[in-house]
């Protein structure tokens, strides 16, 4: 590891050339296509991907927008969530969801999340469910695993007659006895950042839903609100499209999503395996609900082992380091805390795990971690 290990290495990723001879160098040939048709925005490219898209997560529809934050937004929009609409969601993912919430003018209402997964605490979901009124839900399938209890929540919301939004950015490709993420809620909201599993050349995001009239909703709300061109029906639309290059290049990397996903897996399997160190916690689950987005341990010491594997070459990240509730924009009263997202945000630290790694590199982590 003579040049070190970033976090990630994203022109290795999107050379397809090393990942398959019979792919060539799709990824170059997809924006070649689009250079030469001469046509951008709302295409077939774009078409094409939404319809395979939509079939890979299993779900009738899929709505491609700019990025996941906005699927987020719309996502709250075409589910009802206006002023003063109140939207349960977690405190250590990111602020994603926050800012998508404020954007579409509701207000989050934070739950706490487990202390083993750090994922929303299914009990303390339903039980707030249950007790006040809600406009909405958005459940985050943290660090690429599916929210244990999916399934139950998906049917809790539905008793409750609350909208439920998962939040998937993380997650392409998670399955759970054979649904896959996006599959559970009302819409399930996708972001293609160039880091997450399946990333694009730029900004890119898309929503999938079963429900023909959200689809339809979601089409106008990601052109300013049209039900034709230039007459606007909806009201609070945007701009919001995935592009034609970006829908491209998804198409050409989509393909290879399952066996990244698979080589995800594989080496936090090798970490959490090989990594002894008491002061540790690790990931301990792996199965094909968690695509190992991020490979996450916790550690009361998390400056030292920073500071040790920065001093061995080995970056690392720290996701997230301040609950939505505590950044300076958004602060709200005391009221607002949760314990067990508030500590892990002070313990959470991010290792290296992408499929390119090789497996000299995810020894010589565990090797780091565990001469620490
Ligand atoms: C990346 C991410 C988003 C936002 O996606 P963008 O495309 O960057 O707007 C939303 N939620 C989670 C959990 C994410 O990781």
Same mark, same amino acid.
């Given at each position: 590891?003579?040049?070190?290990?970033?976090?990630?290495?994203?022109?290795?990723?999107?050379?397809?050339?090393?990942?398959?001879?019979?792919?060539?160098?799709?990824?170059? *040939?997809?924006?070649?296509?689009?250079?030469?048709?001469?046509?951008?925005?709302?295409?077939?490219?774009?078409?094409?991907?939404?319809?395979?898209?939509?079939?890979?997560?299993? %779900?009738?529809? #899929?709505?491609?927008?700019?990025?996941?934050?906005?699927?987020?937004?719309?996502?709250? +929009?075409?589910?009802?969530?206006?002023?003063?609409?109140?939207?349960?969601?977690?405190?250590?993912?990111?602020?994603?969801?926050?800012?998508?919430?404020?954007?579409?003018?509701?207000?989050?209402?934070?739950?706490?999340?487990?202390?083993?997964?750090?994922?929303?605490?299914?009990?303390?979901?339903?039980?707030?469910?249950?007790?006040?009124?809600?406009?909405?839900?958005?459940?985050?399938?943290?660090?690429?695993?599916?929210?244990?209890?999916?399934?139950?929540?998906?049917? *809790?919301?539905?008793?409750?007659?609350?909208?439920?939004?998962?939040?998937?950015?993380?997650?392409?490709?998670?399955?759970?006895?054979?649904?896959?993420?996006?599959?559970?809620?009302?819409?399930? #909201?996708?972001?293609?950042?160039?880091?997450?599993?399946?990333?694009?050349?730029?900004?890119?995001?898309?929503?999938?839903?079963?429900?023909?009239?959200?689809?339809?909703?979601?089409?106008?709300?990601?052109?300013?609100?049209?039900?034709?061109?230039?007459?606007?029906?909806?009201?609070?639309?945007?701009? %919001?499209?995935?592009?034609?290059?970006?829908?491209?290049?998804?198409?050409?990397?989509?393909?290879?999503?399952?066996?990244?996903?698979?080589?995800? /897996?594989?080496?936090?399997?090798?970490?959490?395996?090989?990594? @002894?160190?008491?002061?540790?916690?690790?990931? @301990?689950?792996?199965?094909?609900? #968690?695509?190992?987005?991020?490979?996450?341990?916790?550690?009361?010491?998390?400056?030292?082992?920073?500071?040790?594997? +920065?001093? /061995?070459?080995?970056? %690392?990240?720290?996701?997230?380091?301040?609950?939505?509730?505590?950044?300076?924009?958004?602060?709200?009263?005391?009221?607002?805390?949760?314990?067990?997202?508030? +500590?892990?945000?002070?313990?959470?630290?991010?290792?290296?795990?992408?499929?390119?790694?090789?497996?000299?590199?995810?020894?010589?982590?565990?090797?780091?971690?565990?001469?620490?």
């Amino acid at each position: 590891m003579k040049e070190g290990l970033p976090m990630i290495r994203l022109d290795a990723i999107n050379d397809l050339r090393r990942h398959t001879a019979s792919q060539g160098d799709a990824v170059r *040939a997809a924006v070649a296509r689009v250079v030469d048709s001469g046509w951008f925005i709302l295409g077939r490219e774009l078409q094409s991907f939404e319809a395979e898209f939509a079939a890979y997560c299993g %779900s009738p529809h #899929c709505i491609g927008v700019a990025n996941g934050t906005d699927a987020l937004e719309l996502a709250l +929009r075409a589910c009802g969530v206006g002023p003063g609409g109140r939207v349960l969601t977690v405190a250590n993912a990111g602020a994603y969801s926050t800012t998508a919430i404020h954007a579409a003018g509701g207000e989050p209402v934070y739950v706490d999340v487990d202390d083993d997964t750090l994922l929303v605490d299914e009990a303390e979901l339903r039980r707030r469910l249950d007790g006040e009124p809600v406009a909405a839900l958005i459940v985050t399938h943290l660090y690429g695993r599916l929210v244990p209890g999916i399934d139950a929540i998906s049917r *809790a919301a539905r008793r409750a007659r609350v909208p439920l939004i998962e939040d998937c950015a993380q997650a392409h490709g998670a399955r759970l006895g054979g649904r896959m993420a996006g599959s559970f809620g009302d819409v399930g #909201c996708f972001s293609f950042y160039p880091t997450k599993n399946l990333g694009a050349l730029g900004d890119g995001g898309a929503l999938v839903t079963g429900s023909a009239e959200l689809g339809e909703q979601l089409r106008m709300l990601r052109q300013y609100g049209w039900a034709g061109k230039y007459r606007i029906e909806r009201a609070g639309g945007r701009n %919001s499209r995935l592009d034609e290059m970006q829908a491209a290049v998804l198409r050409a990397k989509l393909p290879m999503l399952d066996g990244w996903n698979e080589r995800r /897996r594989d080496i936090a399997r090798r970490f959490s395996g090989g990594i @002894r160190q008491p002061k540790l916690r690790c990931p @301990r689950h792996f199965g094909e609900d #968690c695509v190992a987005h991020l490979y996450v341990v916790r550690t009361a010491e998390r400056r030292s082992l920073q500071a040790h594997l +920065r001093a /061995r070459g080995i970056a %690392s990240d720290i996701h997230y380091p301040l609950p939505d509730y505590r950044q300076p924009a958004f602060a709200a009263g005391p009221g607002s805390v949760n314990p067990v997202a508030e +500590r892990a945000c002070d313990e959470v630290l991010t290792l290296p795990c992408f499929p390119e790694m090789t497996d000299d590199e995810v020894a010589a982590v565990v090797d780091a971690v565990n001469a620490w």
